[in-house]
């Protein structure tokens, strides 16, 4: 009897990490976890099984389908902003051929089981590209089909997935005689930046929020590489979590598109720094602007409308900045780095 189980790429990551202890405190979720690197110790008792591989190994991917019932994949390996900057190809690679195996692999799976395998897909913030800082300030809340042309390789390869996964869940061999009845059931969130108590983002170009804080919380000093009047949205990570799971377990009629933008709260990088002053006012921060990538914070929206996931599965986010840092970012960092002294 083939086993029944819930596959995720990338877990290791910051996503990763949050997901997998969150989904294995569900009763009947057996995960397969996949990564390129050695399972994190803390995840190992909530995985049935770890692979070490990686996406662009059809092989591997075909085995895994020949041993498993794979019923929901979540697509979390990803190369981030600034990282795929220094390799485009590569990043585009990772990024794409490896969303277009795992795609393909759901199709494959799903005409097997005769169902559509639900495919859980986190795109990004990165997807928009917005011209000018006026711009940027006029449009303030941006709605989904908003400004759809992305200035980095990982918001190229996003933006390309997303529509890949539409394409598979809809058209896929649309003119074979033979076409299968299932698909996949592709879904989608377009996260801001996120913020981890767990974990520090590699790669990223959201990443002077969680590195302000975890910076200061370990006592050494950090240059912000972008202006202090710099604004993004940001999220709290277990809300990140909740929005995947919501969004997963949201009945399909319900749902009226497969992309879905999401928020909480949208900082500058000045309000980031004086929450992060008041919990550690020693905190030696400063500001040294990174030009390029300045540019690529500047063409991402100051915050999303989602509105769509709101009213489609319900989404609200149970975290505002104060409530992050006040009940989630700071007693978890001050646990966090008095286990690693
Ligand atoms: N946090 C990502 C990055 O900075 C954006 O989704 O690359």
Sequence with gaps: MRKEVVLITGANGEIGHGLI?????????????LDLKPLDESLEACCDRFIQGDILDSMLLGRLMAEYDITTIYHLASILSTKAEYNPETAHKINVEGTLNLLRMGVELSTWQGNSVKFIYPSSIAVYGIPDLETKHKESKIKEWMWCNPITMYGCNKLYCEN???YYTQHYRQLAKDRGKHSIDFRCIR????????????????????????????GEPYACFVRPDTRIPF????????????????????????????????P???????MVKKAYPSANITFEVNPPRQAIIDSWPEDCDDSAARNDWGWQPDYDMQKAFNNYLLPSIRELYRKTD
């Design 21 to 33: 202890k969150e989904l294995s405190k569900r009763n009947g979720i057996q995960i397969v976890a």
């Design 164 to 166: 890949l996964g539409q």
């Design 191 to 218: 996260f801001p930046g996120l913020i981890s108590a767990d974990t520090i983002p590699t790669g990223g170009t959201s990443d002077y929020g969680p590195e302000m804080l975890h910076s200061a919380a370990k």
């Design 235 to 266: 999220m709290a990570m277990p809300d990140a979590i909740k929005s995947l799971l919501m969004l997963e377990n949201a009945g399909c009629d319900t749902l009226t598109r497969s992309v879905y933008n999401i928020t909480s709260f949208a």
């Design 268 to 274: 500058t990088a000045q309000e980031l720094y004086e």
